[in-house]
């Protein structure tokens, strides 16, 4: 049940709203999904754990994902270049075993056998440069025409990387010198139920509406609360891809 809210409390509650890693539950009931994926991340990475000795989980958030895979290989890594993300990071994973760094550039050539991605910026070459020989890659990504009709609906600029897909994907990855051995994209509906969740959504990535303040656009969110106060909530498309890919043997 959503609490009832004028325009105002709406936007003062998700400008405040206290957020932490990459966790969105706090979502729940407020932004849904229409359906799912044909495919499960988890499943994809649970699937290969019992034969990496060495992993790293690229852009790790706060390490919710990759702590719920444990036990972990015996030497596992991950990365977050997000500073706020760092320090949660490194409590979750660290007594796990992990260790956590900024940069991928802290972890020599040809570490790892198995290397994660997901929803994280997606390097080929530096993928190919971390991975052993024989070693695999699993991502889940998010596709750059994402929730296009927020943009939209708000009137605003495109999504800064609108032609990232699944076929640029397997190019970039296909041209480090990796194999593509399994690939799939998928749609699906998200809808926004109230005009706070859409803020503090937009808050967080803050990449999908460049340069987005509540101020700057305040007369179509205001619009947009008023269509869902009458029962228009915002759908948009929620577009993404997943592949695995191998790197050759020496």
């Given amino acids: 049940m959503i609490p009832a809210m004028?325009?105002?409390?709406?936007?003062?509650?998700?400008?405040?709203?206290?957020?932490?890693?990459?966790?969105?539950?706090?979502?729940?009931?407020?932004m849904t999904d229409d359906g799912g994926l044909p495919w499960d991340y988890g499943e994809l990475v649970r699937e290969r754990l019992p034969e990496a000795t060495a992993l790293l989980d690229l852009d790790t958030g706060g390490?919710?994902?990759?702590?719920?895979?444990?036990?972990?290989?015996?030497?596992?890594a991950a990365t977050e270049g997000h500073p706020p993300n760092l320090p949660?990071?490194?409590a979750r994973l660290e007594p796990l075993g992990a260790e956590v760094a900024e940069?991928?550039?802290?972890?020599?050539?040809?570490?790892?056998?198995?290397?994660?991605?997901?929803?994280?910026?997606?390097?080929?070459?530096?993928?190919?440069?971390l991975l052993a020989p024989g070693g695999v890659f699993v991502t889940q990504q998010v596709a750059g025409r994402d929730l296009e009709e927020v943009n939209a609906a708000l009137d605003g600029p495109p999504h800064v990387d609108v032609d990232w897909d699944l076929a640029t994907?397997?190019?970039?990855?296909?041209?480090?010198?990796?194999?593509?051995?399994?690939?799939?994209?998928?749609?699906?509906?998200?809808?926004?139920?109230?005009?706070?969740?859409?803020?503090?959504?937009?808050?967080?990535?803050?990449?999908?509406?460049?340069?987005?303040t509540p101020e700057k656009y305040a007369g179509r969110l205001r619009a947009l609360h008023e269509d869902m106060e009458n029962g228009r909530p915002l759908r948009a498309t929620a577009r993404r891809f997943a592949l695995r890919a191998r790197a050759a043997l020496a």
Avoid at 113 to 122: Q, T, W, Y
Avoid at 185 to 210: C, M
């Fill in 6 to 30: 004028d325009f105002e409390q709406r936007i003062d509650e998700a400008l405040g709203t206290p957020f932490e890693g990459w966790d969105f539950s706090i979502f729940r009931g407020r």
């Fill in 63 to 76: 390490g919710e994902l990759l702590a719920s895979f444990a036990p972990l290989p015996p030497r596992t």
């Fill in 169 to 212: 994907a397997a190019a970039a990855l296909s041209g480090a010198g990796l194999e593509v051995t399994w690939r799939q994209e998928a749609v699906y509906i998200t809808t926004f139920h109230d005009i706070g969740a859409l803020v503090l959504f937009l808050r967080v990535v803050s990449w999908q509406v460049p340069g987005f």
């Fill in 103 to 129: 940069h991928s550039r802290s972890f020599a050539d040809g570490s790892f056998d198995l290397v994660l991605n997901r929803h994280g910026a997606c390097d080929a070459r530096e993928i190919g440069r």
């Fill in 88 to 90: 949660i990071a490194r």
